[in-house]
């Protein structure tokens, strides 16, 4: 009856279509899970994300969750995450997307899972860094451990989302560091991201991570939003 009462003054609505959701209901309803427009690419290798990267890293294996369309559920919902601060649209995200990894061998044997950093003043603003929420959300169904400190930001970067490919390398080259090497060396990471665009901060950072002796990088995103 509490639970009722509080939800006629604070309804819980689904971060995607709005609509009230039932007590056994979390963050998306059923039917919005349902459709997701999941890429399936992890279990096909040869896919799109991947060829995002084909001569530019030397990864073992990319993938994306869901496809991005503008104005579209994936936006609207990765807008409330990201700038709203709707951390739990992240968390569920992010374990759906471990479940679906869990079905391809390539991702099951990931040693660590290291997210893409904010830098510090861009983190303090926003109150927290997506992809190391996403991160956190997949490492217990990958049985992963969590590295938020080896990869960092030296430098605060302008925002790429208008940006040209070339200018997003350009804004994003010599950005970021390794520290505590030992921690990942000899081990398969998984780099994560929340949208893959053009792909240039993933590729300066996956380069970052390689220049540890016999460090092997796979890449994923939440959200995919190339070409």
């Not at 049985?143 to 605060?156: C, G, Q």
Request: net charge positive; with cysteine.
């Amino acid at each position: 009856m509490l639970h009722d009462f509080i939800e006629l003054f604070f309804p819980v609505v689904c971060e995607s279509c709005g609509n009230l959701l039932y007590r056994n209901e979390r963050t998306l309803c059923t039917r919005c899970r349902m459709r997701l427009p999941r890429t399936q690419f992890h279990l096909h290798p040869d896919n799109p994300v991947a060829a995002t990267f084909w001569g530019r890293i030397n990864f073992q294996y990319a993938t994306s969750f869901l496809y991005f369309a503008r104005a579209g559920r994936v936006q609207h919902m990765m807008h409330r995450f990201k700038y709203k601060g709707r951390r739990e649209i992240g968390l569920l995200l992010g374990e759906l997307f471990a479940r679906d990894l869990r079905q391809s061998d390539n991702f099951r044997h990931i040693d660590a899972i290291v997210p893409v950093p904010l830098h510090w003043s861009k983190q303090k603003k926003r109150g927290f860094n997506q992809s190391e929420v996403i991160a956190y959300a997949m490492a217990p169904t990958l049985k992963s451990r969590l590295e938020t400190e080896v990869l960092y930001r030296n430098t605060a970067t302008e925002t790429q989302t208008k940006k040209s490919r070339l200018l997003r390398a350009e804004n994003v080259k010599g950005k970021f560091s390794v520290q505590y090497p030992e921690r990942i060396r000899g081990k398969h990471l998984l780099l994560i991201d929340d949208i893959i665009t053009t792909g240039a901060t993933i590729e300066a950072c996956a380069q970052t991570l390689l220049t540890v002796d016999q460090v092997k990088v796979s890449i994923a995103s939440l959200a995919y939003a190339g070409k």
